[in-house]
């Protein structure tokens, strides 16, 4: 049984993505240094982080969740190289 599946965020509909990383980026809270950032701005940093490779989307069958790691944990759980 497979634990999780790498997602290509760009197969995930526009609107849906949106409402993926609006729910990632208020369940990160709002550590993001000294200056505190709108969730707008939160969600770009995140959308950003995605294109260039350094988060990815990660779907678990087993309770039909996402999730958006780093790069790094993702590779950690063999899903990536």
Known sequence: M???VLV???RIPTDALLGLLQDFAIQAGTDYGEVELDLPA???IIRR???SG???LIFFPSDESFQIVTAQEAKLMGLVS
């Open 49 to 51: 982080q995605m294109q």
């Open 54 to 56: 350094e988060a990815v």
């Open 2 to 4: 497979t634990l999780a």
């Open 8 to 10: 290509p965020y760009t």
């Open 42 to 44: 939160r969600v770009e």
